[in-house]
């Protein structure tokens, strides 16, 4: 059974920092693309970064040159490092691995971002 468990994020004020974790079990972690979700609020969900099994790493425009996506294939985790927040991150944050066709996903984090 593929489990996805988060930790992290939290309330911090613009310019601040968080970091979101997402630790797999279940999984051949290390051959897959890891991604992270997230659903602003009254928005559609939107892709924010993902990294695949190489390290190679790609990023929504919103985001880039602020958040940083690893992976850590010992650990089967991976992380999301945020700087410079602004209000407009705010969201429910989700990791995601697919498999098989099937989508798995991470509890959800809440990111609140105050201005």
Not at 40 to 52: D, F, M
Request: glycine share 10%; with cysteine.
């Amino acid at each position: 059974q593929v489990r996805l468990l988060q930790s992290g994020g939290g309330l911090v004020q613009a310019g601040g920092s968080l970091r979101l974790s997402c630790q797999a079990s279940g999984v051949n972690f290390k051959i897959h693309p890891i991604h992270w979700y997230r659903d602003p609020p009254e928005k559609q969900r939107e892709l924010v970064a993902t990294i695949n099994s190489g390290g190679s790493t790609s990023y929504t425009n919103s985001v880039k040159g602020r958040f940083t996506i690893s992976r850590d294939n010992a650990r089967n985790t991976a992380v999301l490092q945020m700087s410079s927040l602004k209000p407009e991150d705010t969201a429910v944050y989700y990791c995601n691995v697919n498999r098989t066709g099937r989508a798995f996903w991470g509890q959800g984090t809440q990111v609140t971002v105050s201005s």
